[in-house]
């Protein structure tokens, strides 16, 4: 069974301390690993796509990378406007489905 | 763009009573897909329909549950009868040949 986890379930830092969430996934094919931003009351928003191992992206203060197992979604020099809950997500060759982690609360202090 | 839009934002209604969420897909997006949120389970896929078809509905919890997309621009999830179990956020996605998906604002149901 296709399946996500992350971790930690919730992560506490303080503004300017940099750190890394993570998520591994167990699916059959990977088409794709997307991540997400979830403010509370809201849809998720789209972060990032990725599609192989190697690969990066990156926007502000936010880079993701993928591994053949995992993937990373690195912090750096947070601010509280980071503050959200991240959700990481895949999709298996020949879906269209995604298969969602359980995400990691992350709050910024100031 | 406007975004996906959903009706209700806020939906309570009582035990064995009907309830009908909606959905306005991003224009020209040709995948849609309902999700259902709660702390227990997580954001779990109901079903998605790929140029107003259904493909996969392998997630709607019984047949209580039904989805309709009679045009690329509207779609409804309906509940009848619905029970307390059934009260989350339903979330309703877009997306361009199912790629990166494009979520709305969802709609917190309260069944009591």
């Known amino acids: 069974e296709d399946q996500v986890t992350q971790s930690p379930e919730a992560l506490r830092l303080q503004e300017g301390e940099s750190s890394s969430l993570n998520c591994s996934y167990t699916v059959s094919g990977l088409r794709g690993l997307f991540w997400y931003r979830q403010d509370p009351g809201k849809g998720p928003e789209f972060l990032f796509t990725l599609y192989s191992a190697g690969e990066e992206k990156e926007k502000e203060r936010l880079k993701a990378t993928l591994t053949k197992k995992e993937s990373f979604l690195h912090i750096t020099a947070p601010k509280p406007e980071d503050s959200a809950t991240y959700l990481c997500a895949v999709t298996i060759q020949g879906a269209q489905k995604l298969v969602f982690g359980q995400g990691t609360r992350l709050t910024i202090n100031p | 763009d406007a975004g996906v839009i959903q009706s209700p934002r806020h939906e309570v209604t009582e035990m064995g009573q009907e309830v009908t969420l909606r959905c306005k897909p991003i224009s020209g997006h040709n995948s849609l897909f309902w999700y259902r949120q709660t702390m227990m389970r997580g954001l779990e896929l109901l079903i998605y329909?790929?140029?107003?078809?259904?493909?996969?509905d392998s997630g709607m919890p019984e047949d209580r549950f039904s989805a309709k997309m009679p045009n690329a621009s509207f779609s409804t999830l309906k509940i009848q009868p619905s029970e307390p179990r059934d009260s989350a956020v339903y979330f309703c996605a877009s997306s361009l040949s199912g790629v990166e998906q494009y979520f709305g604002p969802g709609t917190r149901l309260t069944v009591t």
């Open positions: 329909f790929n140029n107003n078809v259904p493909i996969d």
